[in-house]
């Protein structure tokens, strides 16, 4: 069954090296995609977020824009124009970064995503404490093009 989610999915969850038990298994394709279609729906939010946006020129052109997904306690980087997903980092910031740095790495100018802010979209299920913030900001020394 094709579903939008299956590309985080695989990412997320690898096909295991051995052999998994049953309840391993389940746990897999039961709480596994739930987290995966979570992921996917945050991306989702934004994208539609990005198109609506009042954005520069420059910014419209992106072809790869860069967003951090969060679900309480795991950021993970990704992009609004493909299916790339970076799994869990240890900050919003360092999503911020593999974000902007898969942008660039896609031909994107880094002189317009360097300084990006970029959004943060939420799981917002009815048990999670909001975030407090929308957006991940540039620390302008701390960006590199090239490398990690």
């Known amino acids: 069954m094709n579903r939008p989610s299956d590309a985080y999915y695989a990412v997320l969850y690898p096909e295991p090296s051995s052999r998994i038990s049953e309840f391993g298994r389940w746990k897999r394709l039961t709480t596994g995609r739930n987290i995966a279609d979570a992921y996917w729906e945050a991306r989702e939010r934004a994208r ?3 198109q609506d946006a009042t954005l520069s020129p420059q910014e419209r052109q992106l072809i790869h824009p860069p967003v951090v997904l969060w679900l309480p306690q795991v ?35 880094a002189a317009v995503v360097q300084n ?3 959004p943060i979209s939420e799981r917002g299920a009815e048990q999670d404490e909001p975030l407090g913030q929308d957006l991940v900001y540039a620390r302008i020394a701390g960006f590199r093009s090239e490398g990690r």
């Open 48 to 50: 539609l977020n990005w």
């Open 75 to 109: 950021a993970c980087a990704a992009c609004l124009g493909c299916e790339w997903l970076h799994p869990g980092s240890a900050t919003l910031y360092a999503a911020a970064q593999l974000s902007r740095l898969h942008s660039v790495a896609n031909g994107d100018p």
């Open 116 to 118: 990006l802010p970029i």
